[in-house]
T-cell receptor, first 112, second 112 residues
Framework: DAGVTQSPTHLIKTRGQQVTLRCSPK?????VSWYQQALGQGPQFIFQ???????QRGNFPDRFSGHQFPNYSSELNVNALLLGDSALYLC???????????FGPGTRLTVT | AQTVTQSQPEMSVQEAETVTLSCTYD???????LFWYKQPPSRQMILVIR??????QNATENRFSVNFQKAAKSFSLKISDSQLGDAAMYFC?????????FGKGTRLHILP
């Protein structure tokens, strides 16, 4: 079992551009959550996908959007990138209940 | 709104000694989950221990145990027989309705 995987590992973008990050959940998991972790901070919840729909959303602007595919993998899209979007983006997958949440290694996004 | 507070940004402990990391949280709910996560330099967020709020018995996982005081909204982590591999950021987290709220973390140094 490969666990939760994320791609790419690192990414450098220019302010104003758009970015897509990808996540493959652990085998048997159908729920995917995304978090943003700024340097020196704890992760902040962005949103959660279940059955291809956004089920919960944190306090993030509409520039942050996502998608879940029938195979439960997920994408996080960020439009009109700002310098403040530079962070580690973590994906976590879980079965029906989040108390069994497993995290991926993250994607480090740098916006210049 | 739920919040999680970790008042110790950094701590150090001698190898083989015991250390306790503090965490307080704020919620009006009666049923929820609490977690401690470990994030080593590899960035992978690893679940250390979890506690269900309706259970009065403190959770234990090998060298890791918690002191859960529901009325005081306190959830501390005790690491016994500290090992060099325990060096990491430790995050206290709260889960209610499928959304995990993290504290800002405590960086733990293990002194050989």
């Amino acid at each position: 079992d490969a666990g939760v995987t994320q791609s790419p590992t690192h990414l450098i973008k220019t302010r104003g551009q758009q970015v897509t990050l990808r996540c493959s959940p652990k085998s048997g998991h159908d729920t995917v959550s995304w978090y943003q972790q700024a340097l020196g901070q704890g992760p902040q919840f962005i949103f959660q996908y279940y059955e291809e729909e956004e089920r919960q959303r944190g306090n993030f602007p509409d520039r942050f959007s996502g998608h879940q595919f029938p195979n439960y993998s997920s994408e996080l899209n960020v439009n009109a990138l700002l310098l403040g979007d530079s962070a580690l983006y973590l994906c976590a997958s879980s079965p029906e209940s989040t108390y069994e949440q497993y995290f991926g290694p993250g994607t480090r996004l740098t916006v210049t | 709104a739920q919040t999680v507070t970790q008042s110790q940004p950094e701590m150090s402990v001698q190898e083989a000694e015991t250390v306790t990391l503090s965490c307080t949280y704020d919620t009006s709910e009666s049923d929820y989950y609490l977690f401690w996560y470990k994030q080593p330099p590899s960035r992978q967020m690893i679940l250390v221990i979890r506690q269900e709020a309706y259970k009065q018995q403190n959770a234990t996982e090998n060298r890791f145990s918690v002191n859960f005081q529901k009325a005081a909204k306190s959830f501390s982590l005790k690491i016994s027989d500290s090992q060099l591999g325990d060096a990491a950021m430790y995050f206290c987290a709260y889960d209610r309705d499928d959304k995990i709220i993290f504290g800002k973390g405590t960086r733990l140094h293990i002194l050989p």
